[in-house]
């Protein structure tokens, strides 16, 4: 049975600091990409950034320089760390593993079959 559990949501302070991570289960993890994507009230859900299998990265522009995607191969594990957050940065973020998307010989995201429960990030003062 997959899983993919996230975990480290919250509140804090903009300007702030959060981490995230995903423990996944139930399929080898290794060779999917894998990806946090977030929602905001009323919005669309939008892809925040991607790690392909073998380590290539994806950014959205508006995070781009303030936000880092990781994963432990070992531990089954993706992480997003979240620097200088920003109010617009609140929504529900949602972790998801899948097949690897490249553009024009760039990887561009994922495509993906997997779906985490999602966490709360809430950036206020």
Known sequence: QVQLVESGGGLV???GSLRVSCA????????????????APGKERELVAAI???GWLYY???????FTISRDNAKNTAYLQMNSLKPEDTAVYYCAAG??????????GLSANYWGQGTQVTVSS
């Open 24 to 39: 996944a289960s139930g399929f080898r993890f290794g060779r999917y990409a894998m990806g946090w994507y977030r929602q």
């Open 60 to 66: 959205a522009d508006s995070v781009k320089g303030r």
């Open 99 to 108: 097949k690897e998307q490249w553009t024009d010989y760039v990887f561009s």
């Open 13 to 15: 302070q903009p300007g």
């Open 52 to 54: 392909s299998s073998a």
